[in-house]
């Protein structure tokens, strides 16, 4: 049965976050008088089309992905409708015919409305199970932290020049910074203090610990609480993933680490699974209501994520193609298409084995 749920579950949130960010295209191009060609939610043979104001809606047998196609982007074109309306096709609504800043502005909706979803799913998330202030619960004997003279009830605002607001920004910061010494602001009683200490090797945990625990969740929060902290919690799972691409051009990380469609459904179905066992004593609803929360916090990293992953300067995502706009912008004029079209096919391709050599990783990681 929980296999059952983890890959309803996973349809869901693959199909919520992709609809979204097609959906931001989708709409900053009618805003912007460019015709859309086809909206699709899925992928493969249709399910079901319909055409409406000379755009085909289709919904497909393939529960992932989607696309907005939009006039002027593609030569092929579906047939007109059973209904009669026709697929709109004439030039004046073409997306090469707008502006470079239209153009870009439809290019930065689909990676802008994933970061939107993420911020609504995050104050949400909130709202639900409220969440951890960067404040001290407990401060171990014979750690750095009690050394540098912190106490229970401290606030830590900063870690060397990085802000923090939530407990596991410090167990971020701390994990990317393992064993160094760190700057150490914080709050006491409305004044500000800081001090310096260096984390401590523990052989038992065998990782770097500073000797501090969290003060639990906050909850009982008024609204303007709840929008700052859900604020707070969006720009924790945004800035986990850049830091993760950064740790994988670095070389702190490398392509095992990585997941596709496989690794995230496998995270999935461990999330409902060990939830479901946690809350085996517990009633239905309380099992349902955790398993909710947690794949709700899940879909805002995945949704941050599309939004990072289609912001960087790679051709066939839509970071490339904002890249190339970017630079029509500055030079004036459009890049020689053949270049671009080169570009792109290239990028196509280096996309397509990456996701082939990450689909194996997957399956790989099933089994062993």
């Known amino acids: 049965m929980s296999n059952v749920i983890s890959i309803i579950a996973f349809i869901i949130i693959i199909g919520l976050v992709i609809f979204i960010h097609e959906f931001g295209h989708y709409l900053l191009a ?22 409406k104001n000379g755009t085909r809606y289709c919904i497909k047998w393939i529960p992932f992905g989607g696309y907005c196609m939009l006039l002027g982007q593609e030569d092929y074109f579906p047939d007109p409708s059973a209904d009669g309306e026709e697929i709109v096709s004439d030039k004046e609504h073409s997306f090469s015919e707008k502006s470079v800043w239209q153009r870009i502005s439809v290019i930065l909706a689909g990676p802008a409305f994933n970061f939107i979803l993420a911020l609504v799913l995050a104050v949400l998330l909130v709202s639900l199970v409220g969440t951890t202030p960067s404040r001290i619960g407990k401060v171990a004997d014979d750690y750095p932290a009690k050394e540098a003279g912190l106490q229970a009830g401290d606030e830590i605002i900063k870690l060397n020049k990085t802000r923090v607001h939530l407990f596991q920004d410090i167990t971020m910061y701390f994990t990317l910074h393992e064993g160094e010494a760190v700057d150490v602001t914080y709050k006491r009683d409305g004044e500000t203090k800081t001090t310096t200490l260096t984390p401590k090797y523990n052989e038992e945990e065998n990782r770097y610990l500073i000797g501090i625990t969290s003060p639990g969740t906050l909850k009982n929060m008024n609204f303007g609480q709840i ?16 830091k993760s691409l950064g740790m994988l051009f670095s070389g702190k990380a490398s392509l095992n680490d990585l997941s596709g469609p496989v690794g995230m459904a496998n995270i999935v179905n461990n999330i409902v699974d060990e939830v479901t066992e946690d809350t ?43 890249l190339f706009l970017i630079i029509e912008a500055v030079i004036g004029k459009p890049v020689p298409k053949k270049f671009e ?22 399956i790989r990681k099933l089994f062993i």
């Open 227 to 242: 929008l700052k902290y859900g604020y707070y919690e969006f720009g924790y799972s945004t800035s986990a993933v850049i």
């Open 30 to 51: 009618r805003r912007n008088g460019i015709g859309v060609v086809e909206f699709a939610v899925g992928m493969g043979p249709n399910i079901y089309s319909w055409v």
């Open 280 to 322: 085996k004593n517990e009633s239905a609803w309380t099992t349902v209501f955790y398993v909710f929360v947690n794949l709700l916090s899940f879909t805002v990293l995945i949704s941050a994520n599309l939004g990072v992953m289609n912001l960087l300067p790679i051709p066939a995502v839509d970071g490339g193609r904002l």
């Open 341 to 362: 079209g080169i570009v792109t096919i290239a990028g196509f391709i280096l996309l397509a084995l990456l996701m082939i050599a990450v689909l194996f990783n997957d």
